[in-house]
């Protein structure tokens, strides 16, 4: 199976990532990452995801041009999954999506720790739209930039311990969520942490949730609907080679 | 007071939507309308919202340069509406959110007549994160293009009305709200028909609905939360000269 | 345009709120005042607004017979609005509807700061019916009557940033509705009041939410729907002259 | 145990009423009525309603005065519940709110059969505020004012059986609920007519639920929370002797 | 009327149980108890439920069998009763449907204080089913086993009161309802507890309500629909002597 | 990986439904099926559920003894998870549960085909628990007991595209769910007759949701919440050998 990784964003370390899903899918699939040209250096806000998407739909569909059977772009506020869906074929999952809805399975209630305030309404909102608002606990977040959470992985990892706790103690999470791609590779610090301090809760790695749930499309050969996303009606577009 | 009227989609006919939008307003604001140069030629999914939500935004920050007071974005899927406000200060107001709002308050239950139904989950979806899903007695369409919509106004006036009285007697709706600012100017051609066929219905335009919330907003000093859509957080962004 | 705005409740300065609505509308309208001579002189509950109701619904009556273009009721609760919109076919509006919608379009979450614990079931109530209780973060109360609201202004706007913060911090609002029309003339106070403490948000005055609420709506030439607010069936009604 | 049933309506059939209450109770509460000497002759919307709480209160409140144990409110749309709650320390309940909890428990969804249409958004509402929307399945009327339920009732049952298969087959209805005490007594004869067509399917008489409900309220020492219905505050109140 | 309780536990203590509920029915009615053999000795968690439902099923269809007018399952999980009245005529309820019902019409929210965390995700889960979550406050638990509910009544109560009073004030609860029918017997010691801290606020006794429920549902000749329970089909079923 | 599948059901066909799953994993992982020796031949009500679970339990903690890394239970009402979960380290996992979540995320809204309108009621509350009930637009059934699924597959594969037909056109259904796991493998001929009708949308075969979920949870290493799902408080249990 082929997947294509899309960042949506400017990065120069695409070959870190690449490296990092590899790893998560034990060299079972072949994972090839895009990432931009054009666009913010990070996703924190509406607008940065504005700025991202165009690049991110036409990479998805280089993607489908290219062959691979899907596609997941790494960002857990889904930039671009929707547009994406309605011109592919191959299924096109977000983090954000994949990660609760395994939560919703794992637990009675979900809180998500995430980096800014700024994504707040973001991630709300996009709860609401899948529907699962009432097995959210509650959005937290650790105020740390995208950019800094790998400057430190240590202290990154104590504070969405903190964080979590709080969502377990004072807003009823059953399971966390991390809330930001960026935080990959922490789930099993934060798990360890939390453990450590008598609390046995599923902690979800978003990128990894989002992986798995392509390849299992995949093999089920499920796609979206195309009654959800159907194909945009022709026309004429202006200042795009997509 | 200044209103910029933003049209996300790449269109000759700007005058006409200039003129269109001062006579609603009868004279009495300043306002100018700015279309797209690079984006599709009409908004009917989340692909067209995409590619031009960028310039959306661009058209956005160079509208409060210029010392306007308020901003529209005229379409009513209100693409980029929630990316402008990030980072404008001014209140920024899309015809969609304007006009279920106020269709919320003139009856129990309202459905929305829009064009095709490939903006269904999107109309949808906005409809539940402004909160209003349980006001939403459904959404139907005429299954004409947005482009299509101005070659004979009588006959697409036909179709809404067919549609709204389906809507009134299968769906439960009270309120009709046209749901493509395409639509603009036959509002009052719905409401006679459905008069003429005995339905007293309201029947909202949203070009209007939006003209008329940004205006008191204005009016009442009022704008967006800077809680729910804080300025976007400093970094670099390549590619755009926003 | 000719607004009446009704007063559910005996009151000796009629004139001084005339005079406040003239202000809020800058002249630009005809606005005239009335108030009951039967019921209660402040309304704080359920039973307040059952004894203000009937002579409500007889102002509003009279408003149209007087041939004014619209009507709103001064009180957050709504006191009879739905009642006059059934027999009235000019536009009738409360600020409790006005302001928590237009709330809803400035943020992700509005609390409600009123005077009393007495209202909130009321408040919270409606909040259900008008649809929007998703929307709402809180209902919180300073513990003042309305009589007293007007004792000592700056005293009050103290207590109402004070549950403003509190509403921000632990609820998670993002927008402000002053959840009583006796705060009318407070909403800079406690704008002022918030940005000073550091938070820049939006608060609403309900008075003026309705007033140009109704506005917008004889401007468009809308007016509630009929299908929801049908004229009540002939039938005796015994001891009133309505 | 006394319970106080209050006609709000102006209406000269008071020992009719009462008699139709004893024959419920069968004997074996002291139960006495009480009807409006001001207000409409039957109550179809809030307008009628509205004239009709102020007089209900006071009943309620000399019922309490007089020792009795209990409120019954006779009307779907429980009209001054409320307002009366506020201001009783003995239990109130309306037969909408009774009726539907019983529906509730009795099956996965209840449909409401109605008189007009008139009433559709109070009901609604009322399901809403008692926080049953998601088990309502319908809101159905049979056409005829509530005065004309007693000119033929076998055609009245008729109609009503009509309606509650449409609510069964087209909605979804496993209960039926009447959604106007003036078909009280025609439970059975709708229950009958219903299984005669092959629905066996639970009828609800709201009145009789209203009663029951307070019954044993009483018997268990439960009263409505004066949380939720505080004593209204002291206040000067002009033209009503209550 | 001849009622049966079903104690889904095994228990040696029946004649205990038996004469709690004819004192709670003060004689009226014929009430007898069954208890398991089969099953465990508390219901403390979906484990608990799942070996007792069996033979609670037994039961029930042993009381109809023996000219029961209704069945009440003993237990605040309501564990069985879906399944029972799948097989029976007869009414089946559960205190803990039965006491919400009864709490949504007593006030605005309720809080449900129950023994331990672990029947936190099963009663909630319950009163989503029961269409009810938006009139819970919250549940809490005062961490004592079912077993050790009797084991010093005063210091229970206490707790209660102290959890209650939390619900009160944290949490918004307008009513309590005790979430566990082995707290029978507590509610008069709560609600003084309650009283003599200042907060006038019903307090249910689950079996209470359960038992004054079927009373109801009998004397009204209502029982559950068929629609939501039909008979199950026949078929073959190895191992249990139903 | 080792994975037990428990059939809720008594059935001489274990070896036909282990070859099932074995070529649903393509081999790839260890596959057991275990059945029941006391329970229904098939289930098809929450009677019949309740009379299954116990062994389903019985025969999870068995596999979780016998090395297993998950649990599944082939049946679409998802009999037992909850309980099982409680006794249990490691994922167990519903059909209903999984393939719910796969089709909301698939598209916009689901309808559930299933057999009977027994399970109608059972489902929809499952939905309700899950947190979906948003994403769902109905559930069908094609009045087919599950033991006579397997006569004429061609026959009950054209039932379900007739039956999806209508969910697509009357309830707006973008993906499909077959909502019994007797429909195994009928979902690639469902998904043929619907294209050839025009409709290209997902089928989704739950027990094929249910393995890959699992397969995935495994291989993230994680399990369910123990806050959600405690160990059982230790008691005394008669009658029961687990």
Redesign the interface.
Known sequence: MKIRVILPA?TKNLAYFENLYLNIMEGQHEISAAS???????I????????A??EV?AKAREAEREGCDAVVVDCFGDP?V??AR??LKIPV?GPG??SI??A?????RFSIVTV???V???I??NC????????LASIRFINV?V?NLHKGEAGIAELLVEESIKA?EEDG???IVLGCTGMSGLAKAVRTGLVGRG????V??PI??AL??V???V??K?????????Y??E??????E?
Do not use: W
């Open positions: 400017v931009l040209k054009k666009g913010p250096v990070s924190e806000c509406e607008y940065d995801e504005a700025l998407i165009p739909i671009g929707k547009a309605e011109i999952v999506e994949a809805h395994i919703a399975i794992l637990g009675h800014l305030d700024n707040f309404p973001l709300d909102n609401r739209v899948y529907g699962l608002e009432s097995k930039p950019l377990i999470a059953h399971v609390y046995s809760i599923p979800i790695d990894v949730a798995k749930m390849q299992i499309l093999e089920m499920l796609t979206h609907s195309k009654r959800t996303y159907p945009p009606p026309k004429e577009i202006f200042g795009y997509i």
